[in-house]
Each structure stands twice: as C-alpha cells, then as structure tokens.
C-alpha cells in the first residue's frame, strides 16, 4: 500500500526537536502526524484520534516509553496499533526491554530517515493486512451464522410439513379401508377395486417417503454422542436380520473384524443398515448374492470403508444423483425404496467429518466407500 495522508502517526517525545525532526520526515511520505510530549498527552490523544503507528520514545519524565507500550499492548482497543520504540541508546538491554514492552521495532538515535520511511511503512502494510483479515473473518462468521440460522429454519419446515402431512394421509387411509369393506359388502365393479387399489398404493408410498422424510431430518436434529463402534459386529447384526427375514437367499458374507471407530453408535448403525440394505436389496436378482465389507488405509492415513456387492450396479453417468434425497436410479417395480437411505448416509458422514462415495457399472455390483473424520 502507498502511504496516505489518511495514515496517521503518533509522535511521543519529550524533546520538541526530536517531535520536529520526525514530523518533517513523516509528513514528507505524506502521513499524517500528531504529536505528544509525555506518556499522559499520548494516551489522551490515543484515545481520542486512534493513530495507525506510534513513535515512542523510551526515556520520558512520567510514564516512560516502555510503560506506555505496556499499557497499550495490555488493551484490547489500543493492542494493535503498531509501536516504533526510538532512543538515543539502543543497546541490547534496550532492545530487550523494548521488545518485552511489546514494541514491534526499535530505531536508535540518530535515526536514518529512510530506515524510519521503511520500517513505518512495512508496520502499517502489516497492520492494513491484519485488519483486512479480521474484516474477512468477522464477514465469514456472519455468513457462517445466518447460513446455520436459514438451515435450522429449514429443517424445522421440513420436519413441521412431514410431520403435518401424516394426519391428512392416516385419515385418506382410514377412509380408503372403510370404503373398501363397503364395496366388498356391495360387491362393486372391478374397476372401483382397481381405483381404491391405486389409492391405498399411494397412500402408502406417501406415508413410507414421509416416514423416510422424517428420519432423515432427525439425522441432522440429533446431537452427536461419540464412542466406540465396533462396526463389524454391527454389520454383522445388520445383516443376520436381512437373513433370518429371507432365510432362502444364497448369501456369502465377508466382515472383516474388529473395524473399530469413533463415533455415534445409533447414527452409524442407521449408516451401515442403509447401506448394507442396498446391497442386499439392488443384489436381490442373483441367484447367489457376495457382500463384502472391508477397510484399507489411504496414503494420507486416513482409514477408508467399503460395502460392496454384486447386484444390479448403476450407471456412473448418474452418480452425482446418488445422495440427493429422493433420488433413484432404479424404478420402484424393479426394486422397491423411497430414495431417502443415501441422503441419510451422506448427512450421517457429513455429521462425522467423513465422505462417502461409489463406484459401480450397470450389472457389475455397486462399490460404497466411507470414511469417519472423528
Ligand atoms: N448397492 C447398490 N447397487 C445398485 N444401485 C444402488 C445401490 N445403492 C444405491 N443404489 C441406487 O441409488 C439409489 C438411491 O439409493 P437410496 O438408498 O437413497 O434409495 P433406495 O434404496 O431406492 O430407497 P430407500 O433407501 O429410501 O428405501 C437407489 O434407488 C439405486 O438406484
Ligand atoms: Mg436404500
């Protein structure tokens, strides 16, 4: 930054000369000047025109130069204005005294005009940077803190409409049961049955995505409990409950053991049964299903899960669409699903500090690999 008139710079000296001296030189750079002839005249004027640099001489009747900078250094309001302590006698113990003042230079008397034009002028592009970044960063919490207020208030309308949504859809169920036991008591028309058959149909898929909905705001609503996970054993759970449900499917299980983590127990559990419920679901049609779920550690150290099967697969083309709530690539005749486990997956990674990603090809089996960052 070139110097500017905008730039002042408080000169303390008990030495009218000096005060002169260092006026003329600065003003020549076209900074701004004030000056003050002891350490009670320089607070009054700190306080009163916050100067961007102080030239401060070290011996002074009063509050000497070292007090001052300690004083200025200790308040939150005055601790970042840059100090140039300046003295006829800079030697070590000065240098030393100066510094532990919180003196950010030094400049021994004589001073040479262009060591002092320098020194000035890096302090204050230093300070300029500096407040930039605080500028930058308050900017950034606010944005971070209305983003974080707009997501809440997000959340709570999609839990609220989910949530509103079940009453009206229990009475359309209720009445629709009601309705079919009279057209079965009356014996109506095939097509009468057709029509309530659609309803109840829709009806259901409504309340089984509203359901879904729900769960999936829950992810984000709940507050995180890390502990130890053994995600093996959980897995293994996972699945012993697909089995016993259809104890008829040729299923090869590899877990390997002891996959130990940090994180919440309930929300990896939901992770690993969305996951191994796809591999067992999009696996349905072979006539022999391979679930494997192993670990590997990355070059960066980071440890690395993968789910994978031998099922239908997807196309790769399509799997920005993945995680994307009610997203599917698979029609509900094929295999059935709302679209909602991969959203939840995501959130429930995202919430450890991890990533999930795939990989598959349309009848090759489907890859899911996540990590946990806690
Ligand atoms: N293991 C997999 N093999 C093949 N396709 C998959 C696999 N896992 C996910 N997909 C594809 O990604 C889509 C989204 O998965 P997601 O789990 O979100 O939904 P879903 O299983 O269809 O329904 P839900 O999980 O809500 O019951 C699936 O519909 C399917 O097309
Ligand atoms: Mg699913």
Redesign the pocket.
């Known amino acids: 930054m070139t110097p500017s008139a905008v730039q002042t710079i408080l000169i303390v000296d008990d030495e009218i000369q000096n005060r002169e001296l260092f006026e003329n030189l600065l003003r020549l750079q076209g900074y701004g000047t004030l000056t003050a002839a002891n350490g009670e005249e320089a607070l009054k004027a700190i306080a009163e025109h916050s100067p961007d640099l102080i030239l401060l001489d070290i011996m002074m009747p009063g509050i000497d130069g070292y007090e001052l900078a300690v004083v200025l250094k200790a308040d939150s309001v005055t601790s970042n204005i840059p100090i140039i302590m300046v003295s006829a006698h800079i030697d070590c113990k000065a240098r030393l005294g100066a510094l532990n003042a919180g003196a950010e230079e030094f400049l021994s008397k004589p001073v040479d005009p262009t060591e002092l034009w320098l020194r000035v002028r890096n302090l204050l592009r230093l300070k300029t940077f500096s407040e930039l970044q605080k500028q930058a960063h308050a900017r950034l919490q606010e944005r971070t803190a209305q983003l974080e207020a707009s997501n809440q208030e997000l959340q709570a309308f999609a839990y609220s409409v989910s949530h509103d949504l079940r009453t009206p859809l229990s009475s359309i169920a209720g009445f629709s049961n009601l309705l079919q036991r009279e057209i079965d008591k009356n014996s109506g028309t095939e097509r009468a049955m057709h029509y309530l058959s659609r309803i109840n149909t829709g009806a259901r898929q409504m309340s089984a995505s509203i359901d879904?909905l729900l769960l999936l705001t829950q992810v984000s609503r709940t507050d995180i409990c890390p502990q130890r996970v053994d995600l093996s054993a959980m897995a293994q759970v996972v699945l012993d409950g697909y089995l016993e449900r259809e104890p008829d499917r040729l299923v090869r299980i590899d877990i390997e053991p002891d996959l130990l983590v940090q994180g919440d127990p309930n929300l990896l559990g939901q992770l690993l049964d969305?996951l191994l419920?796809?591999?067992w679901?999009?696996s349905s049609q072979q006539a022999q299903v391979h679930v494997i779920f192993s670990s590997a550690t990355h070059a960066d150290g980071k440890t690395v899960y993968a789910i994978k099967?031998n099922?239908?697969?997807?196309d790769m083309a399509y799997s920005d669409k993945?995680f994307a709530p009610f997203?599917?690539?698979?029609s509900v005749s094929e295999?059935?699903?709302?679209?909602?486990?991969?959203?939840t997956v995501h959130r429930i990674v995202a919430r450890h500090g991890g990533k999930v990603w795939?990989e598959?090809a349309p009848g090759c089996?489907?890859t899911?690999y996540f990590t946990l960052g806690v």
């Open positions: 879904a969305n419920g796809n591999a679901k999009f099967d099922g239908s697969g997807f993945l997203e599917r690539l698979h295999f059935p699903g709302t679209g909602i486990g991969l959203a795939a598959s089996g489907a899911f």
